[in-house]
């Protein structure tokens, strides 16, 4: 299965909010603030597509003057689920915090998504914390950070992820810079 990433269209917006209320039963992103972060220079949004359909996405958000970059949503469509799309679009949400020279990804999760925190735990990130009362209907997060940018890298080296997709790698040494 031949999976496209590429940074998200204002045309995608109908197909984010699908993926979103299939996915999602609170905190759903709505049409406005999926608008806002596709316009926004500190934000990525980055889509999966698989034979011209959007089957997935990330949302990544870089603040100036701080060290790290957040996954602020990330979702597969239930029929793509199970193959290796949430992996993919990891792998480029980690790609493009080490473009933008941030030192790690941090996360928030619901503490019941059992499925996403094993999944993030596998791809590295450990828990750092927890907010109760987070989500709109009383749960909990837990934070949850993984470091991408290396010592070396921070000092003017070219930044490789520590993982990431090879369309990553290849952006982040070929330009230096965010791909999107
Ligand atoms: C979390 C989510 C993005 C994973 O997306 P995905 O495209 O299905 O993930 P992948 O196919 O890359 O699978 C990643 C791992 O999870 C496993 N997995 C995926 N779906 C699974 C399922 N239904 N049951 C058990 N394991 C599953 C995969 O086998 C894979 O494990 P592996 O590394 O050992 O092979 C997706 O389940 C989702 O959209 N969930 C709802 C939204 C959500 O919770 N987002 C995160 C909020 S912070």
Do not use: W
Not at 41 to 58: D, I, K, L, R, T
Not at 139 to 158: D, F, H, N, Q, Y
């Amino acid at each position: 299965m031949a999976v496209d990433l590429r940074p998200a269209r204002a045309s995608d917006v109908d197909a984010l909010l699908a993926i979103e209320e299939a996915v999602f039963s609170t905190d759903r992103l709505s049409r406005r603030s999926f608008r806002r972060l596709i316009a926004s220079p500190s934000a990525a949004v980055v889509v999966a597509e698989v034979q011209n359909e959007v089957a997935g996405y990330c949302v990544i958000l870089f603040r100036a003057g701080t060290k790290g970059a957040r996954l602020y949503s990330l979702a597969t469509a239930p029929t793509h689920a199970a193959r290796g799309i949430g992996q993919q679009l990891m792998a480029i949400a980690e790609g493009e915090t080490t473009a933008r020279q941030k030192h790690y990804l941090g996360l928030e999760v619901r503490e019941d998504n059992h499925r996403a925190i094993s999944i993030y735990e596998r791809a590295g990130f450990r828990r750092t914390g927890t907010r109760s009362d987070y989500y709109q209907d009383g749960t909990t997060s837990i934070c949850m950070k993984k470091p991408v940018l290396r010592a070396k890298e921070s000092m003017g080296e070219p930044a490789t992820p520590s993982t990431g997709s090879s369309f990553s790698r290849a952006a982040a040494r070929t330009s230096g810079r965010a791909i999107l």
